[in-house]
């Protein structure tokens, strides 16, 4: 009810509200030929900053219309020379430049630019058509016409040339079939006369050239409007203009594939007009010829939130100052900050995966310092387990298990790893470390690396997978159809790989991994390689001596590979906020936009700035206020799982939380093979045999993604501290913490308060102490009276931890 | 409260046995509240005249159409495959030779020949759309049939009412959802995962009972404390993965307590011929797991046939390694699949119970009609078969005709989003209903328009 009146308002008020701005999209337009168009959109502007297409409500005006004719909102070429277009509504006022060139020249439709973007997007080249392994119906074209060259033979030498008829265009099976003037199981994909009808027709009449190296080739697309802020309902029409090699641009609008990242928020048809469904912010993503792009709509949230919320909210360092204004743009109040307790045991877990103590609660909470996060967060920078927390997480990543190695292998890669975490290096010496080296794994853990990885396909997808946050498998069959990936880029990739060799060591376990001077990966579909070069990097010669990781390993660190950085920030970034910037946190793709891309440039700038520094990068996350907001919601902006104007609750993974019980009952688990004492987040072995952490979600670590580890909770894991011997076990064990109580004998109020301090590291309410001593009291009785029982607190403090270990606030973190 | 019905009568250190002591609990533990009920009831989403029941064979792999049953015998060599159609008992349908007992079963089941989809070839599309009648898209994600039927209609009894066996599909190559959850409706719905092999000796779903030292007076005490202690952070009140977290906990007291779940797990209590003749595997005890479930209470049982395509013999019959070889279907899969389905559709009919089962065996696409260099058959979600039988399907028949080789539907084509509008016309529920997507937008079962395949159940 409120959003509907909210929107009545908004409604009410757009309609009386002049525009404060207009701008005509795309901006000048350049038309090239008699063929060439230019859709044109009018964006005004508000005051309240909002925007909204009214190229319905304006009047658009030629200034020479024999130059540029006006059809609609569709620029046409007249007659070669200059002119502007105008846009008025109201008051305010739009211009735009038109140049014509080569209006009276014959300008055919070319294969490779139109004839095959149109059979693209009718869908000819679909995987359920044409475009399939085997094609249909004995015509085979290549899917979405990543190869133009075969594409046209198949058209034009096939078929008994009947594909293509140039003595008598309109007969050729290619207009015939589409338009169902024969049968055609495809059904009808056009009509005669249509635009895609008439690109095809003027092709074939002009004889049907072929696709060829001279042939300009598509550079980028442009989307319009790049963002904007709608009104809720509101319709917005996006331009797509294609750039090319010889300079020209065109309006591809019409056969580009659209798609919306979020379909709750907006919806977009096959011809680019866009409808907001729902507050929030989506992007409108594009791929055409291989070409990718993204347009960002919005609609804020219906409240009105005062500018003085915002400038009035904690900042502690840049990270503050675009979250918030990400916030004020969307209208997402942000809450207060999280108090001492709640920060102090966030903290240790985000980034240790420990429980603080009871004495490093109450000492923190003590602590008169205004500094004292700041001082913590130095604190928790140089414990061991903060050493064994991101060992771990990188040996998640890097797939360190027995599953595959052997035992002193995996321990070698692990430690390698732990031992980089520990000096801090640099996430590009890192992987650098990784790629290049040679030797014998043993000495060099890292070299496991190749033994996990075998072949250079599959070397190339992990690395592009783990390091690169892009899952290219598509491409190895045929163009990537969502991304801009091609098939050559995918074997030029992993060509890059083709030169590593291994051998057996000496001792079992060991392998030699070396460079050798030869070796290809053939590109099937051509019977040949392609030159090394890593995705969208520069190639290098195949006879160049240069060791080809060694240009990988150059080019992975580099300003023209956005990649490696925003893959890494994003998973850092992730493990403290509960959500990335890119969602999922592996997914860092060009068509899968950031929550907030000014953040994350930012933060990405300031990581490869200062020499890929994770601590560094950790620290500033640490400090920000946004990282201390409260996980408490307001009305305003409970909704908001995306923005980060409130911690977001995360269950703990399932080796915090093991660790976790054994912390607070005092008894360690024991993992088979480990020395006592050992905690599940030291263990290098994902393998290591422990239901609990199976059914809690460990991952596996076969594959290098971030969906292995499961977070969800489910009936078999209730069913498992319920009845389970794991949680059971230890705490009726004859060690641990109740057995300190009973020792020392603490009184039920003093138990009650370590407990607390321990698992929630805050101490209880007074309601809460009542509560819980009465029930306490209540449970003694009833155990007492049993004459066998001897020791009748022992039970119902079992049972009170217990129902504290499974309960939210000790699962989740809050 | 819980009660435990335990078969011996167990005595407490505090003098009580657990028959004495506890009774069973209320609605609310059931995950759905009486006006809630009530509410879908009145706006007819739930038809109380039939209560239809729903067994999924999943058969993760996608079986080759030629080679199962879809024969061609009269194709070229190297399109008809190495195997021989045999009759069944059903006039005019064949099927392969390596399901001779499924033959005999052939009046209860019918077969549909023309599946086909438009999508990318590989697995997890096929699972999302043959499990949610959808291809996910714009990051929405559709829930699992069996999970619609759970939200719609709760549980029968105090049995979960979705459970999915032995355990969800695993890694089949991409990185896409499978189809097999609850989706935007909230893991509320989720199914219950059992997360153990049935067919190994000392089966029994993991901890289900407590241990005998653990009395129910203090399981009930542990119980009751947990939802004294939790009640501090408000802001878990609004969110949904902490709800979910208590809801799984009531779930879980729900099984714990109910003698009917325990009973169903329990494979001992089957004669042992029984075990056997469903096949001393994953796969052929957990089809007599399901069938037991059913007849305790459950509305929907999904079985996956298997969890990976990946090192290990599947329908996915590539010819080559990681992958399958087309003998495997007459050496393992195949009698495999035979054994589970036909004592499956035996053991239903002889009890009464197919009326009220619908079964549907089901893959995520066909497989190329020509054999491949390696020997095997690629991905073809082109045209594919599956089954279906009892909840009211008429058995003997075949619905749609493929053409000569197996590659393309010839008449009847059918799309994986009439198969989910013909399970849901199946167990009763309009097509019509709406379920709450994200941000409350309402999303209807099957698109509009999308029809049954009434040939079925005529």
Redesign the interface.
């Known amino acids: 009810m409120r959003l509907l009146s909210s929107l009545l308002l908004l409604a009410g008020a757009a309609a009386a509200q002049a525009p404060s701005g207009l701008s005509l999209l795309p901006g000048d337009v350049s038309l090239r030929g008699p063929r060439a168009y230019q859709t044109l959109v009018v964006e005004a502007t508000y005051a309240d900053g909002h925007h909204k297409d009214v190229t319905g409500a304006a009047k658009l005006v030629s200034a020479n219309p024999k130059v540029a004719a006006l059809d609609g909102p569709v620029v046409r070429p007249a007659g070669d020379g200059e002119t502007t277009v105008t846009a008025t509504l109201g008051a305010a006022k739009a211009t735009v430049r038109v140049r014509v060139t080569g209006s009276a020249q014959i300008a055919a439709p070319t294969f490779r630019n139109h004839v095959l973007p149109v059979m693209t997007k009718v869908g000819c080249n679909s995987g359920s058509c044409h475009g399939a392994l085997a094609g249909k119906n004995g015509f085979k074209l290549t899917l979405r016409g990543y190869d133009p060259d075969t594409d046209y033979q198949v058209l034009t030498r096939e078929g008994i040339g009947r594909r293509v008829s140039l003595v008598e265009p309109a007969q050729s099976l290619m207009l015939l079939k589409p338009t169902l003037a024969v049968p055609h199981g495809g059904g009808r994909r056009f009509d005669p006369r249509s635009p895609e009808y008439n690109i095809l027709v003027d092709w074939i009449a002009s004889g049907a050239p072929p696709p060829s190296d001279a042939d300009t080739r598509i550079q980028g697309v442009d989307i319009y409007p790049a963002s904007a802020w709608l009104e809720p309902g509101a319709e917005q029409q996006v331009l797509v203009r294609a750039r090319y090699s010889d300079g020209h641009t065109e309006d591809v609008t019409r056969w580009v594939k659209f798609s919306s990242t979020d379909a709750g928020v907006a919806s977009v048809d096959d011809f680019g007009k866009v409808k907001m469904l729902g507050s929030g912010e989506a992007a409108i993503t594009v791929w055409y010829q291989s070409q990718v792009g993204f347009a960002r709509l919005g609609v804020p949230y219906p409240d009105r939130i005062a500018a003085e919320v915002f400038r009035s909210s904690p900042r502690h360092n840049f990270i503050d100052d675009l979250v918030l204004r990400k916030l004020e743009a969307l209208r997402i109040q942000p809450s207060g900050q999280a108090g001492d307790y709640a920060f102090i045991r966030r903290a240790f877990l985000d980034a240790m995966g420990v429980l603080p103590t009871p004495e490093e609660v109450e000492r923190f909470a003590a602590d008169p310092d205004p500094g004292k996060r700041a001082k913590l967060v130095e604190e928790i920078l140089t414990r061991e387990e903060f050493v064994d927390y991101w060992a771990y997480k990188w040996s998640d990543l890097l797939l360190v298990s027995s599953r595959r190695l052997r035992s002193n292998a995996m321990w070698s890669y692990y430690n390698w790893i732990r031992a980089s975490v520990a000096s801090n290096k640099p996430w590009d010496q890192f992987a650098r470390d990784i790629l290049v080296s040679s030797g014998n794994s043993r000495e060099n853990g890292a070299l496991n690396y190749f033994v996990l990885h075998k072949n250079p396909i599959e070397l190339s997808e992990n690395v592009t997978k783990a390091f690169l946050g892009l899952g290219i498998t598509c491409a190895r069959c045929h163009n990537h159809p969502l991304e801009k990936w091609t098939q050559r880029d995918y074997y030029q990739m992993a060509n890059l790989f083709s030169r590593i060799s291994l051998k057996n060591g000496a001792e079992a376990g060991d392998t030699i991994v070396y460079s050798s001077p030869t070796g290809e990966v053939i590109l099937p579909r051509l019977g040949k390689p392609l030159a090394p070069r890593p995705l969208d990097g520069k190639p290098l010669d195949f006879n160049d001596p240069k060791d080809r990781r060694r240009h990988l390993a150059e080019w992975l660190a580099s300003a023209e590979n956005p990649y490696f950085a925003r893959s890494l920030v994003n998973r850092v970034w992730q493990n403290f906020l509960g959500r990335g910037l890119v969602e999922p946190a592996d997914d860092v793709r060009a068509t899968n936009p950031a929550s907030n891309e000014e953040l994350f440039a930012a933060l990405t700038k300031d990581f490869t700035d200062h020499n890929f520094d994770v601590k560094r990068l950790i620290r500033a996350i640490m400090n920000s206020a946004a990282y201390q907001r409260s996980s408490a919601t307001t009305a305003a902006n409970e909704k908001d799982e995306k923005y980060y104007s409130h911690y977001i609750l995360k269950r703990l993974p399932a080796e915090v939380i093991l660790d976790s019980i054994a912390q607070v009952t005092r008894v360690a688990t024991r993992f088979e093979g480990y020395p006592a004492g050992t905690r599940a987040l030291q263990l290098p072995d994902s393998q290591v045999n422990s239901y609990f952490l199976t059914v809690f979600g460990r991952p596996p670590r076969t594959l290098s993604d971030s969906a292995e580890r499961q977070h969800e909770p489910t009936i078999t894991q209730a069913l498992h501290v319920i009845n389970g011997e794991t949680l059971n076990q230890m705490l009726s064990s004859k060690d641990g913490t109740i057995e300190m109580f009973l020792k020392l004998g603490l009184s039920d109020g003093k138990a009650l308060e370590h407990l607390y301090l321990a698992a929630f590291s805050r101490p209880p309410t007074a309601q809460e102490r009542a509560d819980i001593l009465a029930a306490l009291a209540e449970a003694r009785v009833a155990t007492a009276k049993d004459p066998l029982e001897k020791e009748p607190r022992r039970k119902p403090l079992e049972d009170l931890m217990w129902a504290m270990l499974t309960g939210k606030e000790f699962l989740f973190n809050h | 409260m819980i009660r435990l019905d335990a078969d011996k009568a167990v005595h407490f ?3 009580l046995t657990r028959r004495d002591f506890l009774h069973a609990g209320s609605l609310a533990y059931l995950g759905l509240s009486l006006p809630s009920l009530l509410g879908l009831k009145a706006l007819g989403a739930v038809n109380n005249k039939k209560d239809v029941n729903c067994i999924m064979l999943f058969l993760v792999g996608g079986p080759s159409q030629l080679d199962t049953w879809d024969m061609k015998p009269n194709a070229p060599a190297e399109i008809r495959g190495p195997y021989k159609p045999i009759k069944t008992n059903a006039a005019g349908v064949e099927i392969c030779e390596v399901f001779p007992r499924m033959a005999k079963q052939a009046d209860k089941f019918a077969l549909v020949r023309t599946l086909y ?5 590989v697995h997890d599309t096929g699972h999302q759309m043959m499990q949610t009648g959808r291809l996910f ?4 994600e559709y829930p699992h049939i069996g999970c619609v039927l759970s939200k719609l209609k709760g549980p029968k009894s105090d049995t ?1 009412a979705h459970v999915l066996l032995p355990r969800p599909i695993g ?1 089949t ?3 896409m959802p499978h189809g097999q959850t609850a989706g935007f409706l909230g ?1 509320i719905y ?1 199914p ?2 059992l ?1 153990a092999d049935p067919s190994e000796p000392n089966f029994q ?7 005998d ?2 009395s129910a ?3 009930d ?2 119980r009751d ?2 939802g ?3 009640k ?5 009140e ?2 949904p ?2 709800k ?3 809801s ?2 009531q ?3 729900t ?2 307590s109910s003698a009917k779940a325990r009973e169903a797990f329990d494979l001992n209590k089957e004669p042992e011929a029984s075990r056997s003749r469903y096949g001393k595997n994953r796969f052929g005890q957990s089809c007599l797991l399901a069938r037991r479930l059913i007849e305790a209470g459950v509305r929907f049982v999904t079985v996956n046939m298997f969890e990976t395509v990946f090192d290990e013999i599947t329908w996915d019959i590539h010819g080559s390694s990681p992958f399958s070889p087309i003998s495997c279907y007459r050496d393992l899969v195949g009698p495999m699949f035979d054994a589970a389905y036909a004592s499956l559709l035996e053991d239903l009919d002889q009890r009464g119970l197919l009326q009220e089962t619908l079964v549907v065996a089901m893959g995520e696409f066909g497989r ?1 009609p ?1 054999v491949n260099p390696a020997g095997g058959r ?1 991905h073809w ?2 045209c594919w078969s599956m089954s279906f039988a009892g909840g009211g399907v008429k058995g003997g028949q075949v619905v749609g005709e493929s053409d000569e080789i197996g ?2 539907p010839k008449s009847r084509p059918v799309s994986p989003a009439e198969v989910a509008a013909t399970i849901y016309h199946s167990l009763g529920i309009s097509l019509e209903t709406e379920l709450p ?3 409350g ?1 309402p999303i209807r079962l099957v698109d509009h328009g999308v029809e049954p395949i009434h040939e079925l159940f005529t």
Request: glycine share 10%; with cysteine.
């Open positions: 250190c505090d003098g989809h438009t999508a990318a070839a898209q714009g990051g929405i979960p890694n190559g991409g990185n893991k989720d219950f995962v997360n779903v993991p901890d289900m009972l407590p241990p030292y653990m007076l203090r399981v005490r542990r404390w947990r004294l202690v939790d501090s952070v408000k802001q878990f609004s969110n993965e902490a979910l977290l208590d799984t906990f779930q879980a007291y099984l714990m190329t020509k690629d979600p082109q590659g393309a997507g994200s941000q937008r």
